[in-house]
Protein backbone atom coordinates (compact mmCIF):
# COMPACT_ATOMS: atom_id res chain seq x y z
CA UNK A 1 0.00 0.00 0.00
CA UNK A 2 1.14 3.03 -0.64
CA UNK A 3 2.71 5.51 2.34
CA UNK A 4 0.51 8.23 2.42
CA UNK A 5 -2.24 6.24 3.46
CA UNK A 6 -0.30 6.25 7.09
CA UNK A 7 1.05 9.54 7.21
CA UNK A 8 -1.57 10.86 9.63
CA UNK A 9 -0.83 12.49 12.98
CA UNK A 10 -2.95 11.40 15.51
CA UNK A 11 -3.12 11.54 19.26
CA UNK A 12 -5.19 9.39 21.96
CA UNK A 13 -5.70 10.28 25.55
CA UNK A 14 -3.58 7.74 26.76
CA UNK A 15 -5.02 4.44 29.70
CA UNK A 16 -3.10 1.82 31.29
CA UNK A 17 -0.91 -0.77 29.03
CA UNK A 18 -1.89 -4.55 29.56
CA UNK A 19 -0.25 -7.87 30.26
CA UNK A 20 3.69 -8.39 29.12
CA UNK A 21 4.08 -9.48 25.44
CA UNK A 22 5.45 -12.98 24.43
CA UNK A 23 9.17 -12.79 23.94
CA UNK A 24 8.98 -14.04 20.14
CA UNK A 25 7.94 -11.61 17.59
CA UNK A 26 7.67 -15.26 15.26
CA UNK A 27 4.94 -16.16 17.61
CA UNK A 28 2.98 -12.83 17.97
CA UNK A 29 2.58 -13.22 14.02
CA UNK A 30 1.80 -16.43 13.84
CA UNK A 31 -0.73 -15.90 16.32
CA UNK A 32 -2.62 -12.98 15.05
CA UNK A 33 -2.45 -14.55 11.62
CA UNK A 34 -4.08 -17.45 12.49
CA UNK A 35 -6.77 -15.55 13.72
CA UNK A 36 -7.12 -13.98 10.45
CA UNK A 37 -6.79 -16.83 7.85
CA UNK A 38 -9.91 -18.65 6.62
CA UNK A 39 -11.31 -21.92 5.85
CA UNK A 40 -8.85 -21.72 2.74
CA UNK A 41 -5.95 -21.33 4.75
CA UNK A 42 -5.34 -17.96 3.66
CA UNK A 43 -5.93 -14.16 4.61
CA UNK A 44 -8.19 -12.01 2.47
CA UNK A 45 -5.79 -8.59 2.22
CA UNK A 46 -6.98 -5.20 0.58
CA UNK A 47 -3.96 -2.84 -1.44
CA UNK A 48 -4.35 0.03 -3.08
CA UNK A 49 -1.65 0.29 -6.34
CA UNK A 50 -1.68 3.35 -8.27
CA UNK A 51 -3.24 3.04 -11.67
CA UNK A 52 0.34 3.95 -13.73
CA UNK A 53 1.32 0.01 -12.54
CA UNK A 54 -1.48 -2.28 -12.41
CA UNK A 55 -1.29 -3.78 -15.41
CA UNK A 56 2.56 -4.72 -14.23
CA UNK A 57 1.12 -5.80 -11.42
CA UNK A 58 -1.56 -7.76 -12.70
CA UNK A 59 0.97 -9.37 -15.41
CA UNK A 60 3.58 -9.95 -13.11
CA UNK A 61 5.95 -7.59 -14.36
CA UNK A 62 5.98 -5.80 -10.94
CA UNK A 63 6.10 -7.97 -7.94
CA UNK A 64 7.74 -6.34 -5.35
CA UNK A 65 7.64 -2.40 -3.88
CA UNK A 66 10.34 -0.23 -5.28
CA UNK A 67 11.34 2.82 -3.35
CA UNK A 68 10.22 4.98 -6.63
CA UNK A 69 6.60 3.43 -6.51
CA UNK A 70 6.64 3.98 -2.83
CA UNK A 71 4.73 7.81 -1.94
CA UNK A 72 7.16 7.29 1.54
CA UNK A 73 7.56 10.13 3.51
CA UNK A 74 10.98 10.92 4.57
CA UNK A 75 9.90 12.17 7.61
CA UNK A 76 8.54 8.61 8.83
CA UNK A 77 11.62 6.85 7.27
CA UNK A 78 12.21 5.90 10.86
CA UNK A 79 9.28 3.60 11.22
CA UNK A 80 9.59 2.15 7.93
CA UNK A 81 12.98 0.93 8.78
CA UNK A 82 11.83 -0.24 11.84
CA UNK A 83 8.88 -1.78 10.02
CA UNK A 84 10.96 -3.36 7.49
CA UNK A 85 13.53 -5.25 10.51
CA UNK A 86 10.81 -6.36 12.63
CA UNK A 87 9.28 -8.38 9.20
CA UNK A 88 13.11 -10.04 9.33
CA UNK A 89 12.85 -10.43 12.94
CA UNK A 90 9.41 -12.02 12.58
CA UNK A 91 10.49 -14.47 10.23
CA UNK A 92 8.92 -13.16 6.52
CA UNK A 93 11.41 -13.77 4.06
CA UNK A 94 12.01 -11.82 0.42
CA UNK A 95 13.71 -8.38 1.68
CA UNK A 96 15.62 -7.06 -0.83
CA UNK A 97 17.63 -3.99 -1.08
CA UNK A 98 16.12 -0.68 -2.23
CA UNK A 99 12.41 -2.34 -2.05
CA UNK A 100 9.93 -1.35 0.40
CA UNK A 101 7.22 -3.95 1.80
CA UNK A 102 3.48 -3.89 -0.13
CA UNK A 103 0.82 -2.14 2.48
CA UNK A 104 -2.45 -3.83 2.70
CA UNK A 105 -5.91 -3.76 4.56
CA UNK A 106 -6.69 -6.67 6.85
CA UNK A 107 -9.90 -5.12 8.33
CA UNK A 108 -10.96 -1.49 8.38
CA UNK A 109 -11.49 0.19 11.58
CA UNK A 110 -14.86 1.45 12.66
CA UNK A 111 -16.94 -2.27 11.98
CA UNK A 112 -15.82 -1.72 8.00
CA UNK A 113 -14.95 -5.02 6.96
CA UNK A 114 -12.72 -3.85 3.90
CA UNK A 115 -12.14 -0.32 1.66
CA UNK A 116 -13.56 0.65 -1.07
CA UNK A 117 -12.38 2.67 -3.89
CA UNK A 118 -13.49 6.11 -1.84
CA UNK A 119 -10.22 5.15 0.51
CA UNK A 120 -7.81 6.37 -2.34
CA UNK A 121 -7.65 9.13 -4.96
CA UNK A 122 -8.90 8.50 -8.46
CA UNK A 123 -5.19 7.51 -9.02
CA UNK A 124 -5.47 4.50 -7.51
CA UNK A 125 -7.30 0.94 -7.78
CA UNK A 126 -7.70 -1.13 -5.28
CA UNK A 127 -7.08 -5.26 -5.43
CA UNK A 128 -8.53 -7.88 -3.23
CA UNK A 129 -5.67 -10.36 -2.30
CA UNK A 130 -5.62 -13.85 -0.75
CA UNK A 131 -2.32 -13.99 1.09
CA UNK A 132 -0.40 -17.11 2.73
CA UNK A 133 -0.16 -16.76 6.41
CA UNK A 134 3.41 -16.91 6.18
CA UNK A 135 4.29 -14.25 4.39
CA UNK A 136 2.42 -11.55 6.31
CA UNK A 137 3.12 -9.56 9.35
CA UNK A 138 -0.39 -8.06 10.87
CA UNK A 139 -0.11 -4.54 13.14
CA UNK A 140 -2.62 -2.03 14.82
CA UNK A 141 -3.20 0.88 12.24
CA UNK A 142 -4.18 3.22 15.03
CA UNK A 143 -0.78 2.49 17.01
CA UNK A 144 1.16 2.49 14.15
CA UNK A 145 0.74 6.62 14.63
CA UNK A 146 3.09 5.82 17.27
CA UNK A 147 6.46 5.24 15.28
CA UNK A 148 5.15 7.01 12.44
CA UNK A 149 5.48 9.99 15.21
CA UNK A 150 8.37 9.05 16.85
CA UNK A 151 6.83 8.94 20.43
CA UNK A 152 7.46 6.90 23.50
CA UNK A 153 4.28 4.38 23.92
CA UNK A 154 3.76 4.81 27.42
CA UNK A 155 1.76 5.91 30.49
CA UNK A 156 1.40 9.01 31.22
CA UNK A 157 3.83 8.65 34.19
CA UNK A 158 6.60 6.93 32.87
CA UNK A 159 6.47 9.52 29.99
CA UNK A 160 6.78 11.95 31.89
CA UNK A 161 9.68 10.71 33.56
CA UNK A 162 11.37 9.74 29.81
CA UNK A 163 10.87 13.59 28.93
CA UNK A 164 12.47 14.75 32.17
CA UNK A 165 15.39 12.66 31.49
CA UNK A 166 15.69 13.66 28.27
CA UNK A 167 15.52 17.40 29.71
CA UNK A 168 18.39 16.83 31.87
CA UNK A 169 20.30 15.12 29.26
CA UNK A 170 19.67 18.73 26.70
CA UNK A 171 17.39 16.66 24.56
CA UNK A 172 13.76 16.79 23.00
CA UNK A 173 12.18 13.71 21.71
CA UNK A 174 9.71 15.82 19.58
CA UNK A 175 12.57 17.59 17.91
CA UNK A 176 15.64 15.30 17.82
CA UNK A 177 14.64 12.39 15.90
CA UNK A 178 16.67 9.45 16.38
CA UNK A 179 17.38 10.37 20.03
CA UNK A 180 20.95 8.93 20.88
CA UNK A 181 21.57 5.90 22.93
CA UNK A 182 20.37 4.32 24.90
CA UNK A 183 17.20 6.56 24.69
CA UNK A 184 16.54 5.64 21.09
CA UNK A 185 16.46 2.06 21.81
CA UNK A 186 14.00 2.50 24.62
CA UNK A 187 11.38 4.10 22.40
CA UNK A 188 11.71 2.02 19.32
CA UNK A 189 11.13 -1.17 22.20
CA UNK A 190 8.34 0.49 23.28
CA UNK A 191 6.84 0.26 19.86
CA UNK A 192 6.55 -3.44 19.81
CA UNK A 193 2.70 -3.19 21.47
CA UNK A 194 1.82 -2.10 17.47
CA UNK A 195 1.92 -6.10 16.74
CA UNK A 196 -0.12 -7.17 20.07
CA UNK A 197 -3.78 -6.49 18.69
CA UNK A 198 -5.60 -7.05 21.74
CA UNK A 199 -3.35 -4.45 23.43
CA UNK A 200 -5.50 -1.51 24.49
CA UNK A 201 -4.19 2.04 25.22
CA UNK A 202 -4.03 5.51 24.83
CA UNK A 203 -3.11 4.95 21.01
CA UNK A 204 -6.16 2.34 20.74
CA UNK A 205 -9.39 1.03 20.52
CA UNK A 206 -10.50 -2.63 21.40
CA UNK A 207 -9.71 -5.29 18.93
CA UNK A 208 -13.51 -5.56 17.53
CA UNK A 209 -12.69 -1.61 16.34
CA UNK A 210 -9.13 -1.62 15.29
CA UNK A 211 -7.89 -1.52 12.01
CA UNK A 212 -5.76 -3.96 11.41
CA UNK A 213 -2.93 -3.51 8.17
CA UNK A 214 -0.48 -5.45 7.27
CA UNK A 215 2.50 -5.45 5.57
CA UNK A 216 4.34 -8.54 2.55
CA UNK A 217 6.73 -8.34 0.13
CA UNK A 218 5.84 -10.12 -2.80
CA UNK A 219 2.34 -9.26 -4.81
CA UNK A 220 1.89 -12.12 -7.12
CA UNK A 221 -0.41 -12.26 -10.31
CA UNK A 222 -2.05 -15.20 -8.00
CA UNK A 223 -2.32 -14.03 -5.01
CA UNK A 224 -4.58 -11.20 -6.76
CA UNK A 225 -8.35 -12.49 -6.69
CA UNK A 226 -10.34 -9.13 -7.52
CA UNK A 227 -10.29 -5.42 -8.62
CA UNK A 228 -12.21 -2.87 -7.51
CA UNK A 229 -12.02 0.24 -9.57
CA UNK A 230 -14.62 3.05 -9.58
CA UNK A 231 -18.38 1.69 -10.06
CA UNK A 232 -16.76 -1.17 -11.13
CA UNK A 233 -15.85 -4.51 -8.95
CA UNK A 234 -14.04 -7.46 -10.70
CA UNK A 235 -14.00 -10.90 -9.32
CA UNK A 236 -10.63 -12.52 -10.79
CA UNK A 237 -11.66 -16.14 -9.73
CA UNK A 238 -14.95 -16.16 -10.91
CA UNK A 239 -13.57 -15.05 -14.56
CA UNK A 240 -11.66 -17.93 -14.65
Not at 22 to 37: G, N, V
Not at 159 to 172: C, Q, R, T
Amino acid sequence: MPSSFHNTELRFHRHTRSATLPKSLAEIRRHWCETFTNEQGRITAWTFVPKTIVKQVLSGAIQTCSMEHSEQDPSFRLAYEWMKDAMDEAGIKGRKPDINPWWCWIRMGGGYAKPTDLNADENFVLLELSLAPEDVLLSDFHMWHVPLNYWLNAGEEADEAFENELKAAGLNIYTQKPLPEPFHSRVQASWRDVFSLDRVNGFTYELANKGIQGVFWTLSPENIIGIVEPDLYVDLEEDN
